[in-house]
């Protein structure tokens, strides 16, 4: 890939090349979502170079056989070029009529590794073999799958920013049985990938000894709310904060608020952060989230734009999150390697 | 969910070693015969060691020990071949290189390269023997070394069992191909470079001089050096004789074939003539054993003034000629005379050759005159009634040899009487001459065929009659009819002559030694139906196959038309398999009546088609509502058509539903073409709507 006698530049206009060509290639095909099905129209085949090689050994048999005159060469010759040619069956078959699904991606912080899984079903009564799914250079563990069953591979991607991407085009191939053809395709499986911004202590920012003083002061106190406030239910209110004894009562599910009986809801805001540019803002959002959610705390948040209304719970924790991953960001397509500087 | 862990060895890349570690020693195991121990023994030694170090979980030998072990292995070859190039230097430098690739496998590709290399050492064993055992034993060894091709792209152990049955599959799958391919793949006329005259060491028949003792080392070879098909009933046996050499020119010891005559036309002849069709072991001569008289030839063959047929190159492989011949004409039937040069050379014999022959021979002239049958007879009269014996293990001969046969030790086989025979006429002024061949043989009753072995050489006589020509005379007949008119067989039955026991037939043998008979008549029918079926496929015979299709192997648009429908066959036949092997859901049969009831409407009034999602409760209401006059028809039938579909009902009671509903369909008459709208102006006027 990366021979040094091909210049950076033109390398990547070679790579533009080959993404233009696989794009005409596959112009009939539709965005394929969530699952794809495999059919004769998307999976192509060519040999190997362990194909090429069996061709040539075979010419050299053929030679031969003609230069003997020998009918048993002859007959093995065929008997060979035969296989080779059902190979082409074999390996097609691989492939085709196979049901491969893009499976939820769990989102992860800047700078860690993604893990996307992907779920293949097989349902025409013959076991795959040696199946290789990958994206870029990345390619998982092959994978063989029983007939009438199912198996689940897992692609790892380093999640470079926080934002929210879309996959590249993935590419499921197999050389099985005889490593002289490959039949492959495209998939444009589209999972969504969130990248949350890594967490970054503001107070460490502020430096030393102040830290956990500057940290209250971040927060901002409310005041107005008793502590035994009932307030209706919202999804994503924890299951244990619900007061049954009131949903006997009217039928209503309530919450109760603050348990924590502080009394006051803490916010996250933006303009409070210490820093000044916007990653590093979110960068810090985010690790107060985490730190608000930790402790157990009711807490909204402020972004320029967008505000999060007080809250509290896991799926509280996931919605500030996302605001934060998708913070004045547009879906951008994962590099699936590092890049290189 | 069934993500299986891999359990394979610590280089998942190795997964196939182990099973290549067995394909490709059977590969090679033919050769070992051919090749010095010590190759044997390196091949042998190299894969043992990395079978030890796979076991062990061991590392491959490290690349500079390879490297020693490559050029010291090179280095005997050359020491032991003078070369690296040619069939035995290159096997043995394929087998060495195959063993050290086993050895030094350090990943997917170097097993791969190894199982390739694999093929080629089973196509090379064709070298030494092209037998129907050979074939068997490299389908087998293909397939083992296809099994350890899937197994190393499989990613994960496959049980043996599976994998056996998919190499297996692979295989039989590959044969149309084989055959198309065999068949119609253009062939020409090797050889491209070299000599390959070592291809199959030929296996002397007939030599070209009839030295006392050829014969009887002949006797004693069991193989087969001819094997005829007749197109119609084969001719008794004492009527074959089958001409190779002829021999006019005698020393007093020795008699040599006939050089430099005269190429001749064959006769043309109104006679029935027996045509036949002959697969000739390699000889490494010319001459092609043909049956007594040849009529028509053989391609590629001459007709010499003698009636020697000689091919126009050596036969150094296996070949198979069509050939007639008219019993009963002999050669120069139609001369009044022989030429003087040739009747000189017919009644030359060294001075002082056989003086006690000539002396008896000038007494029976005294007895019958000019009378040359007489004559002859007179000479058959004393062979058979002196005690002259057959027998293939004669006395040595010393001095001169045909007196010393002819009144001494009286016993010898067939080439010892032909050779005194033509002394004795030589003596009495007939032109004589000496003819080798092949007589008898045995019929193959099954394959309907003759096989004729080398031990069923013979040796003959013809003796110049003017006006009859070059008549056939077979001293041997006198001694030994049976060997005549059974073949040698039948002559091997009243003698305690230590005599092959594949010459007798039937009596006097053990139950081991009629079975090892009979299985070896087995073993030459399908060793002739390989040969003549498989083997003797050559560009001539390809020609004669594409010429009875109108197609000519020379010509490409020929061969791809060939090439086209043989692979189009397969593929239809490949298709017809897939289609039947699909499951498919018959739609049932009240559904099939629906849908022609819904089409018949539709041809009146498109608007009456039922559409898919519509219930046939719904749509029979729609068209009654639509066409008052069907709505009892269509109720009825939507009645009976759910009864039908969904409803529990016995047999007899849904196939008499079932020609309700056919009944009900007739009822609703056909529309008239003419007023019908078309199916697409519908479907237009639909979309417009």
């Known amino acids: 890939m990366r021979a040094d006698s091909v210049s950076g530049a033109d390398r990547h206009r070679l790579h533009r090349l080959r993404d233009d060509a696989i794009r005409w290639i596959t112009r009939r095909h539709a965005h394929d979502g969530e699952t794809a099905r495999l059919g004769r129209d998307r999976v192509y085949i060519l040999p190997t170079r362990a194909g090429y090689t069996l061709v040539a050994i075979l010419l050299v048999m053929l030679l031969g056989a003609i230069n003997y005159s020998s009918n048993m060469a002859f007959l093995l010759t065929f008997l060979l070029v035969g296989i080779g040619h059902n190979a082409m069956w074999y390996t097609h078959r691989n492939l085709l009529g196979l049901r491969i699904t893009s499976l939820p991606v769990a989102p992860v912080f800047a700078g860690a590794t993604l893990s996307l899984p992907f779920r293949l079903e097989e ?26 069953d199912s198996a689940q591979v897992e692609l790892t991607l380093p999640a470079p920013a926080r934002g929210i991407y879309r996959l590249p085009r993935q590419r499921l191939h197999t050389r099985y049985p005889l490593g002289i053809l490959e039949a492959w395709t495209w998939l444009t499986l589209s999972p969504e990938i969130l990248v949350y911004p890594a967490p ?28 035994d406030h009932l307030r209706p239910y919202r999804p994503g209110d924890p299951p244990g904060r619900i007061v049954w004894k009131a949903f006997a009562r009217s039928g209503k599910l309530h919450v109760r608020e603050s348990v924590s009986g502080r009394g006051d809801h803490l916010w996250l805001d933006w303009e409070a952060m210490p820093a000044t540019d916007t990653e590093t803002r979110l960068a810090m959002l985010c690790h107060q989230v985490l730190a608000a959610h930790a402790e157990g705390r009711i807490f909204g948040m402020r972004l320029p734009d967008l505000t999060v209304d007080p809250g509290q719970g896991s799926r509280h924790r996931e919605r500030c999150l996302r605001s934060l991953a998708q913070f004045r960001s547009e879906p951008r397509v994962l590099a699936p390697e590092t890049p290189r500087t | 969910m069934n993500t299986r862990a891999n359990t394979a060895a610590a280089n998942p890349d190795l997964r196939g070693l182990e099973l290549a570690l067995i394909a490709l020693p059977v590969a090679a195991l033919p050769h070992i015969a051919h090749q010095p121990p010590w190759i044997t023994l390196l091949v042998v030694l190299a894969i043992a060691a990395r079978a030890w170090l796979l076991s062990s979980g061991r590392q491959a030998p490290s690349i500079g020990i390879m490297a020693l072990l490559a050029v010291l292995a090179g280095s005997l070859t050359l020491v032991q071949y003078g070369t690296v190039f040619g069939q035995e230097a290159g096997t043995a430098l394929l087998l060495i290189m195959i063993a050290f690739k086993l050895l030094e496998a350090r990943n997917r590709r170097d097993i791969v390269i190894a199982l390739f290399l694999g093929y080629f050492v089973v196509v090379t064993t064709y070298f030494f023997d092209q037998s129907i055992l050979t074939a068997a034993y490299s389908l087998l060894a293909t397939w083992l070394l296809t099994a350890a091709l899937i197994q190393v792209h499989a990613e994960r152990h496959i049980e043996r069992r599976r994998l056996a049955r998919q190499a297996g599959a692979m295989l039989l799958h590959a044969l149309p191909f084989m055959l198309v391919l065999f068949l119609a793949f253009p062939r020409i006329q090797g050889p491209l470079w070299g000599d390959p005259q070592r291809e199959e060491t030929a296996r002397t028949g007939l030599s070209d001089e009839l030295n006392p003792g050829d014969i009887a080392e002949l006797l004693q070879d069991e193989s087969t050096a001819l094997r005829v098909e007749f197109d119609a009933a084969a001719p008794p046996l004492r009527a074959q004789y089958w001409r190779a050499l002829v021999m006019t020119d005698f020393d007093g010891r020795r008699w040599s074939t006939d050089r430099n005559t005269e190429v001749i036309q064959p006769p043309v002849t109104d006679d029935t003539l027996v045509h ?140 010892h009487y032909a050779s005194a025979f033509a002394v004795l006429m030589r003596a009495a002024g007939i032109p004589t001459r000496v003819v080798t061949g ?155 009546v629906l849908g022609q009831l819904s089409r018949r409407l539709a041809r009146h009034d498109p608007t009456l088609a039922r559409a898919p999602y519509e219930p046939v409760d719904a749509w029979s209401r729609r068209v009654a509502h639509a066409h008052p006059e069907l709505g009892t028809t269509l109720e009825t039938f939507a009645r009976t058509y759910n009864r039908q579909r969904f409803g529990r009902l016995t047999p007899e009671q849904r196939t008499a539903d079932l020609h309700q509903l056919r009944g009900l369909l007739r009822t609703v008459p056909r529309a008239r073409p003419a007023f019908a709208p078309r199916r697409n102006d519908a479907s237009r006027q639909r979309a417009a709507n």
């Open chain 1, 200 to 227: 970054v202590n503001p107070g460490n920012v502020l430096g030393g000894a102040g830290g956990q003083a500057t940290a209250s002061q971040l927060r901002t106190r409310h005041r107005g709310e008793t502590p």
């Open chain 2, 276 to 415: 036949y069709t002959a697969t000739l072991e390699p000889t490494r001569v010319r001459y092609l054993p043909v049956l007594d008289y040849p009529a028509v030839l053989p391609d590629g063959a001459e007709l010499h003034a003698n009636y020697q047929v000689l091919r126009d190159r050596r036969i150094t492989r296996r070949i198979q000629y069509q050939a007639a011949a008219d019993l009963t004409t002999p050669p120069g039937a139609d001369d009044p005379q022989l030429p003087p040069a040739e009747r000189a050379r017919a009644l030359d014999l060294p001075a002082a050759a056989a003086p006690r022959a000539r002396t008896k021979v000038a007494l029976w002239r005294a007895t019958h005159g000019d009378d040359d049958r007489a004559l002859i007879d007179a000479a058959l009269q004393r062979f058979a009634a002196e005690p002259y014996r057959y027998t293939l293990q004669p006395p040595r001969l010393a001095g001169d040899a045909t007196d010393q046969f002819l009144f001494e030790t009286q016993a010898g086989y067939c080439e």
């Open chain 1, 123 to 148: 349902a025409s009564g013959r076991p795959r073999e040696a199946l290789t799914l990958s994206i870029g250079t990345r390619a998982s563990a092959p994978l063989a799958i029983p007939a009438q």
């Open chain 2, 438 to 592: 092949y007589q008898g043989g045995s019929w193959q009753t099954r394959g309907e065929y003759l096989r004729l072995r080398n031990a069923d050489a013979h040796a003959w006589n013809e003796v110049w009659l003017d006006g009859q020509g070059w008549v056939r005379v077979d001293p041997t007949a006198a001694i030994a009819p049976e060997r005549i008119e059974q073949g040698l067989p039948g002559l091997a039955r009243d003698t305690d002559e230590p005599i092959p026991a594949f010459l007798r037939r039937g009596e006097g043998l053990s139950w081991l030694q009629s079975t090892h008979l009979s299985l070896e008549d087995w073993r030459d029918f399908a060793r002739f139906r390989w040969e003549s079926w498989v083997l003797a496929f050559d560009p001539e015979r390809q020609r004669e196959l594409f010429a009875r299709l109108g197609l000519d192997p020379r010509d490409w648009r020929s061969v791809l038309i060939a090439l086209g429908t043989g692979f189009g066959t397969i593929g239809l036949i490949a298709l017809a398999w897939v289609w039947i092997r699909t499951p498919r859901h018959r739609r049932p049969a009240a559904d099939r």
